[in-house]
């Protein structure tokens, strides 16, 4: 049977944002929360720098002033663009437009207490994590994995398509064409550039989707069709052998999934 083309969106950051809760605490500027992860720092309410540090405390330097401070959580290490991140990022606002007003505007909001005040906080601060994200994906890696992928000018495509439709029979030349390059080119290229290969990138993002639905409850032989295996004792296995348990044992179980290996 042949399969009609698929129409590939290229939108590197929508699957991790559809896939995984993004939650904002906005801690006070005069007293960060050490969990604080996000801070935006400053002489006189004038935003200079933002710090991310995915997976601990965005520490400011001595003589620096915190204007604005937040516990981001976007799935932890569980998330693999999260994993993939860089121990800290700092970003000078000089050089990011697009982050300079949506900084201020958090700024302002975090100093007052206006109505709708913490809404208008996590909307915000969504919307910074997402630019950071894009300001990082754009800067791209030299160290093979999925940072390193997303950046790549003909790779990302395949790791979007992929994210986008894992239910899909992939052929490597699917993938390739997308790709824009020959089957033995993109065979080659993939696992130099992402540390894997495209086979078990897609298993392990296949299962990582599993994890959170049946955490949701759903049952495992409607996941396991939903995900893209053949069978549910097909997907039992590759479960339990990533794992190390079954997949019937995370059903309805309000607790992180594991990693994404």
Known sequence: MIESPVAVRHDRLSAFFDTFELSVTVTPRQAPSPTANLAIIGPDDAAETIIFCPHSNAAANSGDTVLAAAAIHFGGMTNPLMSAMPERTVIA??????????????????????????????????VIVLLVLRQVIDAGSTRPGLLAGLSHPALHRALVAMHDQPSRV????????????????????????????????????????????????????????????????AFSRAYTRAFGRSPVSLRGQDREPANMA
């Open 170 to 233: 992939w052929r490597m030349e699917d993938l390739a064409d997308i790709s824009g390059l020959s089957r033995s080119r993109f065979m080659a290229l993939f696992p130099e550039v992402t540390g894997t290969t495209p086979a078990a990138y897609l298993c392990a993002w296949r299962l990582l989707l599993a994890q959170r639905q049946l955490q949701r409850g759903e049952r495992v032989k409607s996941v396991a069709r939903r995900v893209g295996f053949s069978s549910a004792t």
């Open 93 to 126: 606002l000089r050089d990011a437009p697009s982050l300079q007003g949506v900084t201020a505007a958090f700024v302002a909001e975090a100093s007052d207490m206006r109505c709708g005040r913490q809404v208008a906080l996590n909307r915000l601060c969504e």
